[in-house]
């Protein structure tokens, strides 16, 4: 757990570095927003959707035995990669916050969260596809999950 959280830390730091350090080679404007936490959360939560998807297809979710790899990959390694409260910091930080465009910053924020929550929506629909393609044994529409409908 510790060794995924540690790989979850140095990704998003050098994703940062991408980013948002001046010389990156996706930087941005310097007085801009957080672009490097942007797309560490959107991704991280895009990886965790497909991750759950695929795992609840193939009756993983729940299964004894193999929690630590879950662990180390959700709450370690991406718990580590992504963090809406580095959004919480690097959006009030930002060059703009002097600037009174307090407006922007708030937009920054809600579409951060909105496309986070599209992220990992996807990676689930994803995640369990993909799960149904690789082993058509598996019957979605005999899936626990959906047994109600």
Sequence with gaps: MAAAGFAGTLLRYLLG???DDPGGPLASDPASLGWGTFAANVLGCLVLGLL???WDAAGRLHASGSG??????????????TSFSA????????????SGDTPLLW???GLTALSCLVAAASGLVLGR????????ELDHRDHPRNEAE
């Design 17 to 19: 570095l991408a980013f």
């Design 52 to 54: 759950t998807g695929w």
């Design 68 to 81: 630590t790899v879950r662990l180390a990959a959700s709450s370690g390694l991406l718990g580590s990669f």
């Design 87 to 98: 959004v919480a910091v690097a959006a009030p930080l930002s060059g703009l916050a002097g």
């Design 107 to 109: 937009f920054f924020t």
């Design 129 to 136: 596809s993909m799960e149904f393609k690789a082993r058509p």
